[in-house]
């Protein structure tokens, strides 16, 4: 099981591959600049993650997934209007913008670090 500082990561990044807006993709260098983590870390995550994250919006600096994961990738990159040629996303065209990921990132933590609401006084009684 991994310590609170290795959860604290996997949460960072999962929150901010959250926040890549729909038809964009970032690196795995980008996200892991963002995080304060290694390319390699984030890429571990990304390997680990559930089906609910959207994992093909993650690729190599070259705009490269692995071979397995290409097909599915593409599908998804042509549902999503990613600019994508040959199995890999075009960066210079598809990359999201880093500084707004930055604050919608940052904006989703500090959502994350608020106190719980108490949704139970607002129910009907």
């Known amino acids: 099981m991994p ?3 290795a959860e604290l ?3 960072r ?5 959250e926040c890549i807006p729909i038809g964009r993709v970032v690196s795995y260098g980008d996200l892991a ?3 304060g983590t290694s390319a390699r870390r984030v890429g571990a995550i990304m390997a680990s993650a559930g ?9 190599n600096a070259s705009g490269r997934l692995p071979g ?10 042509a549902d999503e209007g990613t600019p994508a040629v040959d199995g890999r996303c075009v960066m ?5 913008d880093l500084p707004r990921l930055a604050a919608d990132h940052e904006a989703r933590l500090a ?5 719980a609401r108490d949704l139970t006084s607002s129910a009907v009684q």
């Open 111 to 115: 959502e994350w670090a608020s106190p």
């Open 33 to 35: 600049e963002l995080v």
């Open 3 to 5: 310590d609170a500082a």
């Open 51 to 59: 089906p609910g994250v959207p994992w093909w919006r993650v690729v």
């Open 68 to 77: 397995h994961l290409v097909a599915e990738a593409s599908r998804r990159w």
């Open 13 to 17: 990044v999962l929150c901010a591959v």
């Open 92 to 96: 210079s065209q598809a990359r999201a």
């Open 9 to 11: 990561t996997i949460e």
